[in-house]
């Protein structure tokens, strides 16, 4: 059965940094793409971030990037989300999802970013 | 970036009803796009891939359709749990962009 548990949310000031988590388990993680989607309060999901399992090749939305960095540890199936100068309008559920084509979902971490 | 333009972005439908939601690309991606389907409160599900490719377990009043530009995701006979948000997804093409959402009102 397909597992992805996030962490790593919370509240933090502008400017600040957060690293989100996400554990993976029920597939082979190593050779599958990553992604992360986030959704702020009332409003529709947004693109953030995805990975290459195969080349490690890297993509981001323009409103993140050069802010926040996406990598993966294969030795311990996790998926990481660095975020760092965090604004008030990445204050969102982060969703960690399975693959390029975004099969299957976790539940989601809350990041609140207000001083 | 490619742009996902979804609509309508609320509808109101009977039990029953055959219902149509629309995504247009701003510019072609293929057959790369799924539909997911958000109840609230809930984290999204994906309901097609591959513009017409039905999701395993997913019922079978759930369709899409299209290639290229237009997309249409079909629920031929609305049901009481199909209350939800539905939106698109390109994966044609980096970076990955969603539609703005409809909300399916019963």
């Known amino acids: 059965e397909v597992q992805l548990v996030e962490s790593g949310g919370g509240l933090v000031q502008p400017g600040g940094s957060l690293r989100l988590s996400c554990a993976a388990s029920?597939?082979?993680?190593?050779?599958?793409?990553m992604t992360w989607v986030r959704q702020a309060p009332g409003k529709g999901l947004e693109w953030v971030s995805a990975?290459?399992?195969?080349?490690?090749?890297?993509y981001y939305a323009d409103s993140v990037k050069g802010r926040f960095a996406i990598s993966k540890d294969n030795s311990k199936n996790t998926l990481y989300l660095q975020m760092n100068s965090l604004r008030s309008e990445d204050t969102a559920v982060y969703y960690c999802?399975?693959?390029?084509?975004?099969?299957?979902w976790g539940q989601g971490t809350l990041v609140t970013v207000s001083s | 970036d490619i742009q996902m333009t979804q609509s309508p972005s609320s509808l109101s439908a009977s039990l029953g009803d055959r219902v149509t939601i629309t995504c247009r690309a701003s510019?072609?991606?293929?057959?790369?796009l799924g539909w997911f389907q958000q109840r609230p409160g809930k984290a999204p599900k994906r309901l097609i891939y591959a513009a017409s490719s039905l999701e395993g377990g997913v019922p079978s009043r759930f369709s899409g359709s299209g290639s290229g530009t237009e997309f249409t995701l079909t629920i031929s006979s609305l049901q009481p749990e199909d209350f939800a948000t539905y939106y698109c997804l390109q994966h044609n093409r980096h970076p990955h962009t969603f539609g703005q959402g409809t909300e399916v009102e019963i």
């Open positions: 990975i290459s399992g195969s080349s490690g090749s890297t």
């Open positions: 029920g597939f082979s993680f190593t050779t599958f793409d």
């Open positions: 999802v399975k693959g390029d084509w975004a099969d299957f």
């Open positions: 510019q072609g991606i293929g057959n790369g």
